[in-house]
C-alpha cells in the first residue's frame, strides 16, 4: 500500500505535485516552508488533515477540497466496525471547520457524503471513499487541463504578451497543472508567453514563495513583483491579460479570491487590462446569490506582525488581515471553467452555465 497514485493525463507534464495518496496515508507537501525546504509530512488520520488545511501546509481552493476527500478516506480506513457511520461523519465535521471561505472544501465533502449515505458496512464505505477521493483528484487534474484550453480560445494570439497573476494558482494549489497558472503554463507551452509578473502575494507570500518557486523551476520567465507595484506594471503597456483563480464565485459573477484580487480588477479596468478568473465548477457556489453573502476569512495578525518570526511592527498593534475579498462581477471579462466561458458575467451568463 506505499506506491504513491498521482494522476496521469495524457502524458502531459502537469508540474509540481503537492499530494500524494499511498492508500493508506496522505502525504501533503509542506507549503508553509516553501522555498526554503520541500519537507512532506504524512497523514493517517482525518484530523492531522483538518489541522493541516487549517494552518496551510495544503492550502488553494481544490487542493482544499482534494485534501478533504482524502481525510474522510482516511477517517473510513481508521474506523473501527462498531460506529463507522459516526467516526466519518464526526471527520467531515472537523474537516469543514478547517476553512471557511473556499467552498470546494464543503462540495468535496458532499461528493463524500453522497457515498457515504450509499454504503452499508465499514469495507464498503472504506473501498468507495478511497476510490471517490482519487476520483476528485483526478477531476480537478482534468479540469484544469480543459480550462487551459478555453482559456487559450478566449485570447488574442497573434504575438505573445505577458500577464499578471495573483497568489498561487498552480499545482500546488490543486490536484495537478492550476488553474489561472495552468493558463500561463498553456501559454508557455504554446510559445504565447514572454512573461508572467507574479503579486509576491502579501502578508502569506503565496506569489514569493509558491509561484515564482513552481514557475521558475518549469524555466516558465516569471517576474517577482511587490503587490503595490502592479498599477505601475499596468501602465507600462506589456501586460495584456491578468489572471487569477478563485475560492468562490456567487451566482451573479462575484468571486472570492485572495485578498488584493479586487484592487487588481480595479487597476485592470482603468488601464484597459482584461481581468480573467479561472475556477473549476466545484468552485461554483449557485446557493450564494452574491459575494456578500460569502464568508471572509479572517486569519490571526500575526501575519502581518511578523515575517518568519521577526517583528517587523510595534508589539501589540490592532491588525485587519481579512485573507480574502469579493471582486464584483462588473469588473470581470472572462470567468473560465472545465464547462466553458462565462464572458461579462452576471446572473444570466452563470445560470447558462451552472
Ligand atoms: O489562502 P490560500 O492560499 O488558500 O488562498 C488561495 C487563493 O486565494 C487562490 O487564488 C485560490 O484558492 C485559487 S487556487 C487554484
Known amino acids: 500500500m506505499s ?28 507549503q508553509r516552508v516553501l522555498p526554503a525546504e520541500e519537507s512532506w509530512l504524512s497523514h493517517h488520520d482525518a484530523s492531522s488533515v483538518a489541522s493541516s488545511i487549517r494552518d496551510m501546509v495544503v492550502r488553494g481552493a481544490p487542493a482544499i477540497g482534494i485534501s478533504a476527500g482524502y481525510g474522510v478516506a482516511l477517517a473510513a480506513l481508521q474506523s473501527s466496525s462498531n460506529g463507522w457511520r459516526e467516526a466519518i461523519e464526526e471527520a467531515m465535521t472537523e474537516l469543514a471547520e478547517s476553512r471557511p471561505t473556499a467552498v470546494n472544501l464543503f462540495w468535496a465533502l458532499r461528493q463524500m457524503r453522497n457515498v457515504l449515505d450509499a454504503c452499508s458496512t465499514r469495507g464498503q464505505a472504506a473501498e468507495r471513499l478511497a476510490k471517490t477521493a482519487i476520483r476528485l483528484h483526478e477531476d480537478d487534474l482534468s479540469a484544469n487541463l480543459a480550462m487551459a484550453e478555453h482559456a487559450l480560445g478566449v485570447m488574442d494570439q497573434t504575438a505573445p504578451f505577458a500577464v499578471l497573476t495573483h497568489c498561487n494558482t498552480g499545482a500546488l494549489a490543486t490536484g495537478g497543472y492550476g488553474t489561472a497558472l495552468g493558463v500561463v503554463r498553456h501559454l508557455h507551452e504554446k510559445k504565447l508567453l514572454t512573461q508572467v509578473y507574479a503579486d509576491e502575494t502579501r502578508p ?88 456578500r453573502d460569502i464568508p471572509i476569512e479572517q486569519r490571526e495578525g500575526r501575519e502581518l506582525l511578523q515575517v518568519q518570526g521577526v517583528p517587523i511592527a510595534p508589539p501589540g498593534i490592532d491588525v485587519y488581515n481579512p485573507v480574502f475579498d469579493v471582486t464584483p462581477a462588473n469588473l470581470i471579462d472572462a470567468i473560465v471553467t472545465e464547462r466553458g466561458v462565462v464572458y461579462e458575467p452576471g446572473v444570466s451568463g452563470m445560470k447558462g452555465l451552472f
Open 3 to 30: 506506491e504513491p497514485v498521482s494522476p496521469s493525463h495524457r502524458n502531459r507534464a502537469i508540474g509540481t505535485v503537492a499530494m500524494r495518496w499511498h492508500g493508506d496515508r496522505l502525504d501533503l507537501l509542506d
Open 204 to 291: 502569506w507570500l503565496q506569489g514569493s514563495r509558491l509561484t515564482a518557486w513552481e514557475l521558475a523551476r518549469e524555466g516558465i520567465p516569471v517576474t517577482l513583483n511587490a503587490d503595490s507595484a502592479a498599477a505601475a506594471i499596468m501602465a507600462q503597456g506589456e501586460v495584456k491579460w491578468v489572471i487569477v483563480g478563485a475560492d468562490r464565485i456567487t451566482a451573479n459573477g462575484d468571486v472570492a479570491n485572495k485578498i488584493g484580487t479586487y484592487s487588481l480588477a480595479v487597476l485592470a479596468r482603468y488601464h484597459k487590462v482584461k481581468f480573467m478568473v479561472v475556477a473549476p465548477a466545484s468552485t461554483v457556489d449557485m446557493e450564494l446569490a452574491s459575494g
